[in-house]
């Protein structure tokens, strides 16, 4: 366990749990995807969170460490090549695998060099900075099977500061595509949670400035929060009250989700209407094919042709990378 540190609660437990690593899966259209979720909460205790922070008490502390996750992942990467299947691995929808918790462990590390002695497809899913040479060069070394994806959605550093407090800075974040693009590793970012205000031009120059880095693909979504992950979220920020007439819309999206990697809690979240989405996600296309540039969103939004130039460059929803599969799409 390590000690406390002043600007976040770096302590965390090294557990013997054996987790189940689970399909993720939401559309017909979704490739085959695997869950690596080596531990239970984070150290970011982002705000809104759809995991740790969707009921009035939050769940991040303390960060629960599955200290046997990579032979976990060893002997499931094993099993998948035994049945014949050859899957994406999500390394990790619900935790950041650059947080201090498993990079001290070391947790992280041990999963990439698997992952790169299986030549196993993988995203690597994160809003930290990179922690250490030994992860950069387990990164490149696996260039051919996996991919770099930066979360970066928020406005401005002063709305990231509030509502993703110990997440790495915005330049933090782009000083790692920076460094993706400069070792040859595939980088494309992800752009959510898009908090859905009436005016979202920021998106537009969040893709400028990864594009001027050399990334240009991006996953999109809106943030989907519970009514009291709202009130939080507008207590940090009070100036964002616009949410509550997107959110409090009789057409919001409700979705019944459970919470956490192996505990359900189901907990009601709401999306932006349909027409709200549909009108923000083809303008937001429009600012990426302005740059040279594709955007992939889930295609639970049923946004007809949103994803059609993705598809063309091989992307699926949120930015797997399978040319095969791609072409099916547009068949």
Same mark, same amino acid.
Not at 53 to 71: A, G, I, L
């Given at each position: 366990?390590?000690?406390?540190?002043?600007?976040?609660?770096?302590?965390?437990?090294?557990?013997?749990?054996? *987790?189940?690593?689970?399909?993720?899966? @939401?559309?017909?259209?979704?490739?085959?995807? +695997?869950?690596?979720?080596?531990?239970?909460?984070?150290?970011?205790?982002?705000?809104?969170? @759809?995991?740790?922070?969707?009921? $009035?008490?939050?769940?991040?502390?303390?960060? =629960?460490?599955?200290?046997?996750?990579?032979?976990?992942?060893?002997?499931?990467?094993?099993?998948?090549?035994?049945?014949?299947?050859?899957?994406?691995?999500?390394?990790?929808?619900?935790?950041?695998?650059?947080?201090?918790?498993?990079?001290?462990?070391?947790?992280?590390?041990?999963?990439?060099?698997?992952?790169?002695?299986?030549?196993?497809?993988?995203?690597?899913? =994160?809003?930290?900075?990179? *922690?250490?040479?030994?992860?950069?060069?387990?990164? !490149?070394?696996?260039?051919? =099977?996996? !991919?770099?994806?930066?979360?970066?959605?928020?406005?401005?550093?002063?709305?990231?500061?509030?509502?993703?407090?110990?997440? /790495?800075?915005?330049? $933090?974040?782009?000083?790692?595509?920076?460094?993706?693009?400069?070792?040859?590793?595939?980088?494309?970012?992800?752009?959510?949670?898009?908090?859905?205000?009436?005016?979202?031009? +920021?998106?537009?120059?969040?893709?400028?400035?990864?594009?001027?880095?050399?990334?240009?693909?991006?996953?999109?979504?809106?943030?989907?929060?519970?009514? /009291?992950?709202?009130?939080?979220?507008?207590?940090?920020?009070?100036?964002?009250?616009?949410?509550?007439?997107?959110?409090?819309? *009789?057409?919001?999206?409700?979705? =019944? +989700?459970?919470?956490?990697?192996?505990?359900?809690? *189901?907990?009601?979240?709401?999306?932006?209407?349909?027409?709200?989405?549909?009108?923000?996600?083809?303008?937001?296309?429009?600012?990426?094919?302005?740059?040279?540039?594709?955007?992939?969103?889930? @295609?639970?939004?049923?946004?007809? #042709?949103?994803?059609? !130039?993705?598809?063309?460059? #091989? +992307?699926?929803?949120?930015?797997?990378?399978?040319?095969? !599969?791609?072409? $099916?799409?547009?068949?």
């Amino acid at each position: 366990m390590t000690t406390n540190d002043s600007s976040s609660n770096l302590n965390y437990i090294l557990s013997d749990e054996i *987790p189940e690593v689970k399909a993720h899966s @939401n559309t017909e259209y979704c490739p085959l995807i +695997f869950e690596l979720i080596p531990a239970y909460g984070c150290e970011f205790e982002c705000d809104y969170c @759809n995991v740790y922070s969707m009921k $009035e008490q939050s769940d991040f502390h303390p960060v =629960t460490v599955f200290k046997h996750y990579p032979e976990i992942v060893e002997k499931t990467i094993d099993q998948h090549v035994s049945e014949g299947l050859n899957p994406v691995y999500y390394f990790s929808p619900k935790t950041d695998v650059f947080q201090h918790a498993l990079v001290d462990s070391k947790v992280t590390e041990q999963i990439l060099e698997v992952l790169v002695r299986k030549k196993a497809q993988y995203i690597l899913v =994160t809003k930290g900075k990179l *922690p250490n040479p030994e992860i950069l060069e387990l990164l !490149r070394q696996s260039k051919d =099977t996996g !991919r770099v994806l930066i979360s970066c959605g928020m406005k401005n550093q002063e709305h990231a500061s509030a509502l993703e407090p110990y997440a /790495a800075s915005i330049e $933090e974040r782009f000083q790692l595509a920076e460094i993706c693009v400069k070792n040859g590793i595939p980088a494309m970012g992800v752009i959510e949670p898009i908090l859905p205000l009436k005016n979202v031009e +920021f998106v537009g120059d969040i893709i400028k400035r990864f594009v001027d880095i050399g990334v240009d693909h991006f996953a999109v979504d809106f943030a989907r929060i519970s009514l /009291a992950c709202l009130d939080k979220l507008l207590e940090k920020c009070p100036e964002l009250v616009e949410l509550r007439d997107i959110y409090g819309d *009789p057409n919001a999206i409700g979705q =019944t +989700f459970g919470t956490g990697p192996y505990k359900r809690d *189901p907990i009601m979240r709401y999306a932006p209407s349909y027409d709200y989405l549909q009108e923000k996600y083809n303008l937001i296309d429009g600012y990426a094919k302005e740059l040279g540039a594709t955007i992939s969103i889930c @295609n639970y939004f049923n946004v007809p #042709g949103i994803n059609t !130039r993705a598809y063309e460059r #091989g +992307f699926l929803c949120f930015g797997i990378y399978d040319k095969s !599969r791609a072409e $099916e799409l547009l068949k």
